[in-house]
């Protein structure tokens, strides 16, 4: 059976009804980790883990725990990409669905973006997020949950 597994850390409030409502319906069972406590709501399917403060506490944790085609929602694309190394799967807040086919190409533009940061250069960040991003979510997860209803 399947896990859904969140990264809390920065995990937008406008996602938070979208997947606590996905949860209850399709009963799957979630853990939310993250360095403080994150509440989505409140559902017997749902637990929540604090991990120790410190970089990447959250991830490890999460990498830990995952196993083959569970299911991870984070923005943080080195995750991302340890998760599905594992053979699991990762949607971001925005709705990318990452892959074995785009992952490694997200990981070379966050890398490549970094290195510009540390240089000095003063970069964009990142857009705020929208009400049409969460819907795109939405919609990105609906989809992943059609495909791999089995798993559930």
Do not use: W
């Not at 399917?45 to 991830?59: H, K, R």
């Not at 299911?71 to 340890?82: E, G, M, S």
């Not at 973006?113 to 049409?132: H, L």
Request: hydrophobic letters at 40%; aromatic letters at 8%.
């Amino acid at each position: 059976m399947m896990t859904l597994y969140i990264d809390g850390d920065a995990f937008p409030n406008l996602l938070k009804p979208i997947v606590f409502k996905a949860i209850n319906k399709l009963k799957i069972k979630t853990c939310v980790i993250a360095n403080k406590k994150i509440d989505i709501g409140k559902s017997s399917l749902i637990s929540y883990l604090v991990v120790n403060q410190g970089a990447d506490e959250a991830d490890n944790k999460i990498v830990e725990l995952l196993k083959c085609d569970d299911l991870v929602i984070t923005a943080d694309i080195p995750l991302a990409n340890r998760v599905i190394e594992k053979k699991a799967h990762a949607i971001d807040h925005r709705g990318e669905l990452y892959t074995e086919d785009n992952i490694k190409q997200y990981l070379a533009i966050r890398n490549l973006m970094q290195d510009i940061r540390d240089s000095g250069e003063v970069t964009k960040g990142p857009a705020p997020f929208t009400q049409k991003d969460a819907q795109s979510f939405a919609n990105q997860l609906n989809m992943f949950f059609q495909k791999y209803r089995a798993n559930i």
